[in-house]
Nanobody, 124 residues
Framework: QVQLVESGGGLVQAGGSLRLSCAASGRTFSNYVMGWFRQAPGKERELVGAISSGGGSTDYADSVKGRFTISRDNTKNTVYLQMNSLKPEDTAVYYC?????????????????WGQGTQVTVSS
């Protein structure tokens, strides 16, 4: 089992920045591909980005590429999502997720473990 707890959400004006954190406990964190997802009201959950187990590879949705950065610190069992140049359309509940999958499957559905989510609201 892996337990995930997100933090760092809040209300920010358009153009501002936030950094989300996801702290993991349980099994060996460094074995897991980590994903950040978001779900806006009335919309399906979507992948924002992912980072490989060792942190050497990242992947982003086109909508956030160049604005968001995922990183991880395996010594602290934590993954981060730095969000810059935020837009009102980034408003959503943000979730982190973990899975022992190969990097090639990073965009596939079915991550095994999920956090409870943290709300991000961007005002115009």
């Amino acid at each position: 089992q892996v337990q995930l707890v997100e933090s760092g959400g809040g209300l920010v004006q358009a153009g501002g920045s936030l950094r989300l954190s996801c702290a993991a406990s349980g099994r060996t964190f460094s074995n897991y591909v980590m994903g950040w997802f978001r779900q806006a009201p009335g919309k399906e959950r979507e992948l924002v980005g992912a980072i490989s187990s060792g942190g050497g590879s990242t992947d982003y949705a086109d909508s956030v590429k160049g604005r968001f950065t995922i990183s991880r610190d395996n010594t602290k069992n934590t993954v981060y999502l730095q969000m810059n140049s935020l837009k009102p359309e980034d408003t959503a509940v943000y979730y982190c997720a973990a899975d022992r999958r190969t990097w090639a499957l990073r965009r596939a559905r079915g991550y095994d473990y999920w956090g409870q989510g943290t709300q991000v609201t961007v005002s115009s």
